[in-house]
């Protein structure tokens, strides 16, 4: 299944798309990452999702990525006597401890880390902004608060704190349960980390992944962005939150920071998804708004590595179309005269590694020579990742003899990544990279390519050997 764009999709599965037969159609459609939100999805159903999952792989022959996005701590507001109160601009309402139903004046937090946290002057946010607190007085116990803006607050709204860093780690309970579940199925390839504050915060996952996924740091918290170069390093991929992003963080700031993370992790080489209201509209209709292709089409344009459907493909009524439109505006963009002179201009300078220097090299022979494909052998995807960051205008086709390698890699721009044995010498190893360039539908006999791979063949982290080759009219290398 030959895409014809670089950008990849990720599209959320929920009600509108939980049987095998919407997946399926998901994938035809576009879709090549699944994630599962595990705010709602069960043990259960995350297990039945990433069956099918499979099942839609093993038949399609390609890898397909999973990604599992975990809750993170979700804080909320208790209950009220009459279900949701009106508030006055000025007045003064209290956050407290005590576990009883809430009035016009005061409301149950169940979070002691908040209440233990909270200066005075810093402000809090509830149901995604819609009601804006500031802290007057704080003991430890309660919050007493003046209501700048906003008038109503009910049952279980979400509060946000863009002021406050907490002492806690970002998993909670409920988190470590569902992780442990995820690592448990080992055909998960990506984990999200939802509200990350601090690098910390992936260090102690990582503790318990010990790299049996790679790690996404959500990022949606001021906290996450005055540390962002630490939370890159620790991090394997990035996803840039724009949601909780735009409660906690002025909304004019969230297009200027989109460009700014997906530059840094770029300069980083490590992938970066764009997420969050790309086709709201499309929830309940069957085209996006303008603004909505501009949007995707900005992400594009920056040279994301990957663009996310959320409640588009999870919930709304028009999931294959919501993949089909994203898919349809990354490849009018990838086409577009301007597209490889912006993605040229943001290129990163080569780290100072053999692999850095042979991906530079392979991206600069490919497009100075006209070759029809960059094939890289990789094992750990290191390789893989390493070409990616070069952003060639040619395809790039990762070859692996380990299956989660590949699916991992499927979230990477510009990579089509394809299961297959070590090359068991120099002649196998490039009769295999001709024979499968032409038999995915990327170039044709007489075709060039260039092969990038590792001597002694299978050593990883290796890679230090570059080979041009043509297709013969067999589909084997005609050198």
Not at 176 to 196: M, N, Q, Y
Not at 208 to 229: H, N, T, Y
Not at 399 to 416: E, M
Request: aromatic share 2%; net charge neutral.
């Amino acid at each position: 299944m030959k895409r014809n764009r670089k950008v990849k999709i990720l599209a959320t599965l929920g009600p509108a798309s939980s049987e095998e037969a919407m997946i399926e159609k998901l994938h035809q459609a576009g879709a090549d990452v699944f994630r599962i939100n595990m705010s709602h999805a069960s043990h259960d159903v995350m297990r039945t999702l990433i069956g099918r999952i499979r099942s839609v792989e093993k038949r399609s022959g390609r890898p397909i990525g999973i990604l599992a996005d975990i809750q993170g701590p979700k804080l909320r507001v208790g209950k009220f006597a009459d279900t949701k109160v009106e508030l006055k601009i000025g007045q003064t309402f209290t956050l407290d401890n005590k576990d009883v139903p809430g009035d016009e004046n005061r409301v149950f937090l169940p979070h002691p880390e908040i209440l233990e946290s909270v200066k005075p002057g810093q402000r809090l946010l509830i149901d995604d902004g819609k009601l804006h607190l500031r802290a007057e007085k704080c003991d430890g116990t309660s919050i007493v608060c003046t209501v700048i803006s906003g008038t109503t607050i009910s049952d279980r709204k979400g509060v946000s704190l863009p002021d406050t860093m907490l002492g806690v780690g970002a998993l909670t309970s409920k988190d470590r349960a569902d992780l442990d579940a995820v690592l448990a199925t080992g055909e998960v390839d990506w984990v999200a980390l939802s509200f990350i504050q601090r690098p910390e915060d992936i260090a102690e996952v990582r503790k318990i992944a010990r790299g049996q996924v790679g790690l996404m740091s959500k990022i949606e918290k001021p906290q996450a962005i005055e540390r962002i170069d630490e939370i890159i390093e620790l991090s394997d991929a990035l996803m840039v939150a724009r949601g909780d992003l735009g409660v906690e963080m002025p909304l004019e700031t969230v297009p200027g920071l989109q460009k700014q993370l997906i530059r840094a992790c770029r300069r980083a080489g490590k992938p970066v998804v764009v997420a969050t209201q790309m086709l709201e509209s499309m929830i309940s209709a069957p085209v996006p708004t303008r603004a909505e292709v501009s949007d995707v089409a900005t992400a594009v344009f920056e040279g994301a590595d990957a663009v996310m459907l959320s409640a588009e493909s999870a919930s709304g009524a028009y999931p294959v179309e919501a993949v089909e439109t994203m898919a349809k505006i990354a490849s009018k963009v990838e086409r577009d005269p301007h597209f490889h002179g912006i993605i040229y201009a943001q290129r990163p300078q080569p780290q100072a590694t053999g692999a850095d220097a042979i991906s530079l090299a392979a991206r600069q022979i490919a497009e100075t020579l006209n070759l029809a494909a960059i094939v890289c052998y990789t094992a750990s995807g290191t390789t893989g990742l390493r070409a990616s960051r070069e952003r060639p205008e040619v395809p790039i086709i990762a070859l692996s003899p380990i299956i989660q390698t590949a699916r991992r890699l499927s979230i990477c721009w510009g990579t089509h990544c394809v299961v297959t044995q070590d090359a068991s010498d120099l002649d196998d190893m490039v009769n295999r990279a001709c024979r499968i360039v032409a038999s995915e539908g990327f170039g044709k006999p007489g075709d060039r390519v260039i092969i990038s791979a590792g001597v002694p063949l299978g050593t990883p982290g290796a890679t230090n050997m570059l080979r041009i080759a043509y297709i013969g009219s067999d589909g084997q290398s005609g050198v």
